[in-house]
């Protein structure tokens, strides 16, 4: 674990020692062979997206979702924001200790992309639910078999999900998020933070 700034910037800026690419890939390689083919949407799924590549691909990546990012598009946001940061204090329980980063830290950004991506309040936890068991590869907390149980699971329900909402964005012409324009077939994995998941879509889609 690095915890330094300057060792973390020397990290970030060696993609090629420090790579991004292949990492589930290698940590799937320690289930048995049998096991490994049943697993094929996670390395499918973590195989591309834009926190799992290196330059020239990830600032490329950036550049197309940055206008969703901007100064101007967060200050837009300002109310919204601030209203799902009151509701969140609010909900904090007084008569015990808050986890400041589960319950505050964590579901912030959650709350704020979902509903960038426009996901209706009445889904929230769906997803953030989702987002757990996915990352559970990640965190470790489990055996490695179990945890690609559970993250498969929920990666193939949210892709399902996401998978619709799409369809209906098409289907009355409108927008997933605001993206810069790069062609009309440039493929982009969008980043969920959240959730460490993405939508491989059409710029078309997104702008």
Same mark, same amino acid.
């Given at each position: 674990?690095? @915890?330094?700034?300057?060792?973390?910037?020397?990290?970030?800026?060696?993609?090629?020692?420090?790579?991004?690419?292949?990492?589930?890939?290698?940590?799937?390689?320690?289930?048995?062979?049998?096991?490994?083919?049943?697993?094929?949407p996670?390395?499918?799924?973590?195989?591309?997206?834009?926190?799992r &590549?290196?330059?020239?691909?990830h600032?490329?990546?950036?550049?197309?979702?940055?206008?969703?990012f @901007?100064?101007?598009?967060?200050?837009?946001?300002?109310?919204?924001?601030? *209203?799902?940061?009151? *509701?969140?204090?609010? /909900?904090?329980?007084? *008569?015990?200790?808050?986890d400041?980063?589960?319950?505050?830290?964590? !579901? !912030?950004?959650?709350?704020?992309? &979902?509903?960038? !991506?426009?996901?209706?309040? =009445?889904? !929230?936890?769906?997803?953030?639910?989702?987002?757990?068991?996915?990352?559970?590869?990640? /965190?470790?907390? &489990?055996?490695?078999?179990?945890?690609?149980?559970? @993250?498969?699971?929920?990666?193939?329900?949210?892709?399902?999900?996401?998978?619709?909402?799409?369809?209906?964005?098409?289907?009355?012409?409108? =927008?997933?998020?605001?993206?810069?324009?790069?062609?009309e077939?440039?493929?982009v994995?969008?980043?969920?933070?959240?959730?460490?998941?993405?939508? #491989?879509?059409? #710029?078309?889609?997104l702008?």
């Open positions: 674990m690095v @915890t330094g700034y300057e060792p973390a910037v020397t990290i970030l800026q060696q993609s090629k020692r420090f790579s991004n690419a292949g990492r589930m890939a290698a940590l799937l390689a320690a289930l048995p062979e049998q096991d490994r083919s049943r697993f094929q996670i390395y499918a799924h973590f195989a591309v997206g834009m926190i &590549c290196d330059p020239p691909d600032p490329r990546l950036r550049r197309l979702i940055s206008a969703a @901007t100064p101007r598009v967060i200050q837009n946001q300002h109310a919204d924001i601030q *209203e799902i940061v009151d *509701e969140l204090i609010d /909900a904090f329980a007084l *008569e015990r200790p808050v400041l980063i589960g319950e505050f830290a964590y !579901l !912030l950004p959650a709350t704020v992309i &979902c509903r960038m !991506l426009g996901v209706p309040n =009445k889904d !929230l936890n769906r997803v953030r639910d989702w987002s757990e068991r996915i990352n559970s590869i990640i /965190a470790g907390m &489990c055996p490695l078999r179990q945890a690609a149980e559970h @993250t498969q699971g929920a990666l193939l329900e949210l892709q399902e999900y996401f998978g619709k909402m799409i369809a209906e964005r098409r289907r009355q012409r409108l =927008k997933l998020i605001p993206m810069r324009r790069a062609g077939r440039e493929e994995g969008y980043a969920v933070p959240v959730s460490y998941t993405h939508l #491989t879509l059409p #710029t078309s889609d702008v």
